[in-house]
């Protein structure tokens, strides 16, 4: 059974810096690329990093670029993403997903590619 479970959230303020990680269960987790998305309040989820089954490669949502960086370890079946330069409009649950198709980079950005999520971890941006 694929079991995804995140930690690291919690209430920081604008400008400040969280680590999420999400540690990864019931799969074989380096055959699989992994991504961050979240659901702020009262709005729809929506993808916010992601990164191949190796680690060589990530993508940002625009929004984020420049301020998160998504990096994993295969050895501890771990993803992590680090928040940096936060704003409150990136209040959100975050969670971890796994993409449906082992090897694949594809359509990453495409939350109908994955078929795995973990009950989240809320960050909370606010002075």
């Known amino acids: 059974e694929v079991q995804l479970v995140e930690s690291g959230g919690g209430l920081v303020q604008p400008d400040g810096s969280l680590r999420l990680s999400c540690a990864a269960s019931g799969f074989t987790f380096s055959t699989y690329s992994m991504s961050w998305v979240r659901q702020p309040p009262g709005n729809e989820l929506e993808w916010v990093s992601g990164?191949?089954?190796?680690?060589?490669?990530?993508y940002y949502a625009d929004s984020v670029k420049g301020r998160f960086t998504i990096s994993r370890d295969n050895a501890k079946n771990t993803l992590y993403l680090q928040l940096s330069s936060l704003k409150t409009e990136d209040t959100a649950m975050y969670y971890c997903a796994k993409k449906t198709a082992p090897y694949s980079i594809a359509s990453m950005t495409d939350l109908k590619a994955y078929d795995s999520w973990g009950q989240g971890t809320q960050v909370t941006v606010s002075s």
């Open positions: 990164i191949s089954l190796g680690g060589r490669s990530t």
